[in-house]
Nanobody
Framework: QVQLVESGGGLVQAGGSLRLSCAAS????????MGWYRQAPGKQREMVAA???????NYVDSVKGRFTISRDNAKNTVYLEMNSLKSEDTAVYYC?????????WGQGTQVTVSS
């Protein structure tokens, strides 16, 4: 079973930056699509960014130009670099792994942007 462990969340002022990391156990990371999702209080969970095993990337419109997703298959880790953070980026951020074996979620990491 794959385990995902996120890190890097915290409190930051508007305009600041954070880098989230998600380390995966197991051997299927390099064959999987990795994604970052977020859920703000009272809102549905939404996809923020995703990167396929081939390196294709998608972003939700609200973060385009500010967030960058990347992966390091040698380290079984996916990253989310977040710049020019806004108060509306405040949410719990979850790492997601999709493979032929199913879907896995991390435990989430809180990102709070103060205005």
């Amino acid at each position: 079973q794959v385990q995902l462990v996120e890190s890097g969340g915290g409190l930051v002022q508007a305009g600041g930056s954070l880098r989230l990391s998600c380390a995966a156990s197991g051997r299927i990371f390099r064959f999987s699509t990795m994604g970052w999702y977020r859920q703000a209080p009272g809102k549905q969970r939404e996809m923020v960014a995703a990167i396929t095993s081939a390196g294709s990337i998608n972003y939700v419109d609200s973060v385009k130009g500010r967030f960058t997703i990347s992966r390091d298959n040698a380290k079984n880790t996916v990253y989310l670099e977040m710049n020019s953070l806004k108060s509306e980026d405040t949410a719990v951020y979850y790492c997601n792994l999709r493979s032929a074996f199913g879907v896995e979620w991390g435990q989430g990491t809180q990102v709070t942007v103060s205005s």
